[in-house]
């Protein structure tokens, strides 16, 4: 199945069995009206251990659902879980999140307040222009597809290519000279994986793999990639 997730970075650097402290058993029950309904919610971290790779764990949230039943809507509470990972890296502690943007920065948050006990302690990475350039042109023949952004044609924001073998077209070196590389899509060279990498630390894997396959692929070819400030 396709996979993805999104990595950040922790403001302090901390020892994984600080992390460990903080996470392990935590659980959060709050109440929420919803159309005067109370309705019980709960957050929980799950099966937090030490791997090769770092912390793992496992996070679960409800969230309320309102679904159509013979003409009213009727909420009903689904749980989400998204598998994570703290890593070491660099004098940096990184977090990774095995769940879809939206819902990535969300948990994100909740680590932050979780860890820090407040927002702001868990920000963004950055992956430069020029790192994602060359972790596709390392495997030409296997680039899928490049986004570009911050272009200077008139009303043209962003513009894709798509196809085999990119980097050795005109229209790509075109590109190069009129903006910046956001987005690729690659063949890894390593794993065989089929790939996206964003500039602001999504990741998707298209071909099948597993978590633990997913974050083993992270640390060892993504990591690399973003920029770290001393």
Do not use: C
Not at 13 to 28: A, I, M, P
Not at 98 to 110: C, G, I, M, W, Y
Not at 116 to 145: A, D, M, W
Not at 188 to 200: F, I, L
């Amino acid at each position: 199945m396709v996979l993805a997730g999104k990595i950040f970075r922790l403001t302090e650097k901390l020892k994984l069995s600080d992390l460990e402290g903080k996470l392990k058993g935590f659980r959060r029950e709050e109440e929420v009206e919803e159309e005067g309904r109370r309705i019980q919610l709960v957050t929980e971290v799950e099966r937090v251990s030490r791997t090769d790779l770092g912390l793992e764990g496992v996070i679960s949230y409800d969230k309320v659902l309102w679904l159509p039943r013979r003409g009213e809507l009727v909420p009903v509470v689904r749980t989400y879980t998204a598998p994570f990972l703290f890593s070491p890296y660099r004098g940096l502690t990184l977090l990774t999140v095995v769940e879809k943007k939206h819902r990535a920065d969300r948990l994100a948050d909740l680590f932050s307040e979780i860890i820090f006990g407040s927002l702001g302690g868990i920000l963004e990475v950055r992956i430069p222009p020029e790192n994602l350039q060359r972790y596709h042109e390392e495997n030409p023949e296997g680039t899928k597809v490049v986004f570009f952004e911050k272009l200077d044609f008139p009303g043209i924001e962003k513009l894709s290519l798509y196809g085999e073998s990119l980097s050795s077209t005109s229209a790509y070196s075109e590109m190069l000279g009129h903006g910046q590389i956001w987005y690729v899509v690659v063949t890894s060279k390593r794993y065989g994986y089929v790939v996206g990498v964003t500039g602001n630390g999504i990741v998707t894997i298209f071909s099948r793999v597993e978590v633990e396959d997913f974050l083993r692929y992270v640390v060892d070819e993504v990591f690399p990639l973003i920029a770290f400030q001393p």
